[in-house]
């Protein structure tokens, strides 16, 4: 039997080039878990076209909630043309009621222990609706296959996930429920048979806090250091508080670390379920972290109900104080299946329930204290100043360990912000129900755009959206 695994992307016309592309690692793992006896082909719509004619008995899709239209469009069309479709990830195990309606069976949660039974039941033609297993063991060792997306060793990088499962419960995150509370573990032999097999360099560890469990952590830090890899993962800010965990992480090859500063509001971080609630502890942290030459990547999040316009300044204030290498900017996004989304819901704050907003980068509802043109515009602002040159100077003393890294990813924020400001007219119009003047974007095509706000008719409360949605006012 032929299997057809996708991944699509939230825009189709929109491609990333290979070198960039981390392979999917669920798509992997389906096809390590799928019988030889099967051909499996995967295809990452980021940078591959999908053919709607591929010749396939069987399509599964992965897709988190912003892909999910682009998802349940493919299915459509595969399931005209005679095929069953399967889909499975993020966005169809929190919502299974809408994703079974635009396909033959969903997955609900891991595939480890249902893929080869789903496989079994469709050849003998009794596919059912739903599979999910409530406890799957990550114990058993699946080989992985990697096409090569990039000549360059540079970037050549292999995803590794060693953890599942997360005990806190942030506000706006769905992990809790996907992975359940308890942090479960691959077995340190299976990782390191990956890393012996794969013969990699470079690799991303996917956790989504590799040093959750301290005492694995360091065990697993110490067992692969050998392969004298290169790798950049996730993890908490305290680790900067634990010497021998972080003289363990550099040795063992770690490039660089994404922390979830989430916010550098004290009003805010005190709300929230961290280890470090204030801003003099989280400096001291960072500056530990460049200290044992590891790259600092803040993931920070906009649009909190503590967040007045100030936030924007104050976080480019933190940033280049403190010489941060490289950030996310994303905007707070009510994922189906988090409390945020629960609360705006009741609260009628949701702009829009078309998931491919749900991006992160895209306003999809009622800020508190500012309109969601603002919060828009005042995350690529920030985008904006935090990747300009002058910036990049300003803080390169602090990022000389790895300078190809800092100037690549800085450079990846510069032409984010570009592609930001090229879909703001868009988003005005469909999610923020602006309508832009007829004098509005074509006169600031030359400059950033965000100049237009200036020739906009910008609704200030939610019940003025919500009439212009409608289309009572103009
Ligand atoms: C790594 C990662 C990324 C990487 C992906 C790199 C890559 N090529 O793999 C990057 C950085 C690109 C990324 C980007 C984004 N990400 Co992301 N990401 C993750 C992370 C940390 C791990 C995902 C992963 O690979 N897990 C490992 C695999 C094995 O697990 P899995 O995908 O769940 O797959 C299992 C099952 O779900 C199931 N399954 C999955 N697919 C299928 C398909 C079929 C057919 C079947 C049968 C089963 C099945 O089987 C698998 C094995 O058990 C998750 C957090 C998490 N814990 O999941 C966030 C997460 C998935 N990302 C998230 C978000 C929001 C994003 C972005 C929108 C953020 C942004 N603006 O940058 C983008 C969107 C990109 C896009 N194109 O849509 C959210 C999704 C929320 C949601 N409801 O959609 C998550 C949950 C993070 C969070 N805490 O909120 N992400
Ligand atoms: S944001 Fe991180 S710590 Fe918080 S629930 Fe999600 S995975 Fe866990």
């Known amino acids: 039997m032929k299997i057809l695994l996708i991944s699509p992307s939230v825009d189709p016309e929109s491609k990333t080039p290979k070198g960039l592309m981390i392979p999917q690692l669920s798509l992997h793992i389906l096809e390590g878990l799928t019988p030889p006896a099967h051909e ?95 406890a799957t063991s990550l114990d058993r060792y699946i080989h992985l296959k990697y096409r090569k997306n990039s000549k360059k060793r540079l970037f050549d990088v292999i995803p590794i996930m060693t953890t599942r499962g997360c005990p806190y419960h942030c506000v706006f995150c769905c992990v809790s429920h996907l992975y359940g509370n308890n942090i479960r573990h691959v077995p340190i032999e299976n990782v390191v048979r990956d890393l012996a097999e794969s013969q990699n360099r470079n690799y991303l560890f996917l956790d989504d806090n590799l040093t959750g469990d301290p005492q694995y952590a360091k065990a697993l830090f110490r067992a692969i250091k050998p392969f004298k890899i290169k790798w950049a993962g996730q993890a908490s800010i305290s680790i900067a508080y634990d010497p021998e965990m972080m003289r363990l992480a550099a040795d063992s090859g770690c490039a660089a670390l994404f922390f979830g500063v989430e916010s550098v509001s004290e009003r805010q971080l005190r709300t929230m379920e961290k280890s470090i609630k204030n801003i003099m502890d989280l400096e001291e942290a960072i500056k530990r972290v460049k200290e044992r030459g590891i790259h600092f990547h803040a993931s920070l999040v906009f649009g909190f109900d503590t967040d007045t316009k100030d936030i924007f300044q104050e976080t480019l204030d933190f940033l280049m104080r403190n010489k941060i290498g490289t950030a996310s900017f994303n905007i707070l996004t009510p994922y189906p299946g988090t409390r945020i989304y629960n609360q705006f819901k009741r609260e009628g704050r ?27 515009t005042g995350t690529i602002q920030v985008k904006k100043e935090f990747s300009g040159f002058t910036s990049i100077l300003r803080r390169l003393p602090g990022n000389l360990s790895h300078p190809l890294l800092y100037l690549l990813m800085n450079r990846g924020i510069r032409k984010n912000v570009a592609a930001d400001i090229r879909r703001l007219p868009h988003l005005m119009s469909e999610v923020f129900g602006i309508k832009p003047c007829e004098s509005g974007f074509a006169s600031t095509s030359g400059d950033t755009g965000l100049k237009a706000r200036e020739n906009l008719q910008r609704p200030q409360t939610l019940e003025q959206y919500q009439r212009l949605e409608k289309g009572t006012e103009s």
């Not at 980021?46 to 998802?71: F, K, Q, Y």
């Not at 702009?351 to 603002?374: A, C, G, I």
Request: aromatic share 10%.
């Open 350 to 376: 949701l702009l829009t329930t078309n998931w491919k907003y749900y991006d992160h980068s895209t306003v999809v509802f009622q800020p508190k204290n500012m309109t969601p043109y603002e919060l828009q």
């Open 40 to 134: 499996v082909k995967i295809l990452e719509e980021e940078m591959d076209d999908i053919s709607l004619e591929e010749e396939c008995d069987l399509v599964g899709i992965s897709c988190m909630t912003a892909n999910a239209p682009r998802a349940y469009a493919l299915s459509a069309e595969f399931r005209k043309r005679g095929k069953t479709v399967v889909l499975g990830g993020v966005h169809p195990t929190l919502l299974f009621n809408e994703a079974i309606q635009h396909c033959d069976a969903v997955v609900v949660g891991e595939a480890e222990n249902v893929w080869e039974q789903l496989l079994e039941d469709f050849q003998r033609g009794a596919l059912k609706r739903r599979y999910h297993h409530p």
